[in-house]
């Protein structure tokens, strides 16, 4: 199972010693969050951006991971997808899944709420995302998560966040939750934030 990725490797002579899957948002491709690797400055980190698996209707080169003008076709295949390719990550990187870190943006933050959830990796972190399924204890072992999410967001109402924190809380998944004054969008604040997150859950010193 493959799916088209920009690779991000720390500096030259720095050994890669955990990985940071970040997933773009319904309409944007893999080259919309490649910029954040020297704003999050984490070291020994590899970053990984996958390109979601469907063309945009309506944005030239944009993609998504299902049709949310659709009744959210093709999500089934793309949780699949993802979750398969994860399963496959640690023999391309030799990075255990216990040092994965799995976020996203928007429809990535869904996504990474779905398929990381599943998984024993470090941590998920969602930002201005939302939940597209029911939350359950079967779902195990749950990693830490961090959830960002903005007040005025028009796109993802706050709302979405708030429930998922609840929802996710109630099934005993340990949850950090931020809200900031901002739009759908990824500010300064934030990145100091998941940069604390993920230097946390892959214990590094």
């Not at 944009?62 to 997808?81: F, H, M, P």
């Not at 939940?131 to 830490?144: D, G, K, M, Q, V």
């Not at 929802?167 to 990145?191: C, D, R, S, T, W």
């Amino acid at each position: 199972m493959n799916l088209d990725t920009i690779i991000h490797n720390p500096p030259s002579g720095q050994e890669i010693k955990y990985v940071f899957v970040l997933l773009h948002g319904w309409g944007a491709n893999y080259h919309d969050l490649s910029s954040l690797p020297p704003l999050l400055d984490l070291p020994h980190c590899q970053y990984i951006f996958p390109n979601a698996p469907y063309a945009h209707p309506h944005v030239p080169e944009g993609k998504a991971w299902y049709a949310l003008e659709n009744n959210n076709q093709g999500i089934r295949e793309s949780v699949d997808t993802f979750y398969r390719w994860l399963l496959t990550l640690e023999d391309k990187t030799n990075i255990p899944l216990s040092k994965t870190i799995v976020g996203g943006f928007s429809q990535g933050g869904a996504m990474s709420l779905d398929v990381g959830l599943q998984l024993p990796v470090a941590g998920v972190c969602s930002l201005s995302g939302y939940l597209h399924f029911e939350p359950s204890t079967e779902r195990n072992p749950f990693p830490p998560t961090l959830i960002c999410h903005g007040t005025n967001d028009l796109i993802v109402p706050i709302q979405a966040a708030r429930d998922a924190k609840t929802k996710l809380e109630n099934v005993g998944i340990n949850i950090q939750y931020k809200e900031y004054q901002m739009a759908h969008e990824i500010i300064p604040l934030e990145i100091n934030v998941i940069r604390d997150f993920v230097l946390k859950q892959v214990n590094y010193k």
